[in-house]
T-cell receptor
């Protein structure tokens, strides 16, 4: 089983739509959670951290369910510029100071005009 | 702040040659990470380094691959005797030291794309 699993998509949605991505992780000791965004042939960039209480940043809302080991990202009022691959990322510390991010394979979003 | 700088951005090698990829972390960052992204796949952790120390190399293939982060200069990912399967994008990321604010947040460089002919 992969450590971080995502639906690869693609999700094809019209402008203005609301779209939700889900992600599950296998290691219950995971401590930190993030969503990154990666544009085609570019580097990943941090979109937002995910907190247990849920958090919102403009049109983006992230939720974490530790009991179910499940993370979600909701995008409201989709824009053309939201088209990208969205990466679910989990940080699990193993013993000492290792700060290793585990990436899902990403969910591709294509927003259509 | 120039961010994480990687070079070369594109590198072409023939099978059996050596590839050297360089990464200069963001100013003030002392931790460097290397990730590999194969075509149509996710990013895979390779190695985590601090200055002059390899902290975690659990994702690094046992043969042909090595990494260093010397006291002076950039971090280097070295691939000896490259094979076609090494063709990928290699991303470097940096972060402040653990215990610092934002220690969990990685800033990525633009990547080095290796093509092995």
């Amino acid at each position: 089983r992969k450590e971080v699993e995502q639906d690869p998509g693609p999700f094809n949605v019209p402008e203005g739509a609301t779209v939700a991505f889900n992600c599950t992780y296998s290691n219950s000791a995971s401590q930190s959670f993030f969503w990154y965004r990666q544009d085609c042939r570019k580097e990943p960039k941090l979109l937002m951290s995910v907190y247990s209480s849920g958090n919102e940043d403009g049109r983006f809302t992230a939720q974490l369910n530790r009991a179910s080991q499940y993370i979600s990202l909701l995008i409201r009022d989709s824009k053309l510029s939201d088209s990208a691959t969205y990466l679910c990322v989990v940080n699990t510390r193993y013993g000492g100071a290792t700060n290793k991010l585990i990436f899902g394979t990403g969910t591709l979003l294509a927003v259509q005009p | 702040n120039a961010g994480v700088m990687q070079n070369p951005r594109h590198l072409v090698r023939r099978r059996g040659q050596e590839a050297r990829l360089r990464c200069s972390p963001m100013k003030g960052h002392s931790h460097v990470y290397w990730y590999r992204q194969l075509p149509e796949e996710g990013l895979k952790f390779m190695v985590y380094l601090q200055k002059e120390n390899i902290i975690d190399e659990s994702g690094m293939p046992k043969e042909r691959f090595s990494a260093e982060f010397p006291k002076e200069g950039p971090s280097i990912l070295r691939i000896q005797q490259v094979v076609r399967g090494d063709s990928a994008a290699y991303f470097c990321a940096s972060s402040p030291g653990t215990g610092s604010s934002g220690a969990n947040v990685l800033t990525f460089g633009a990547g080095s794309r290796l093509t092995v002919l």
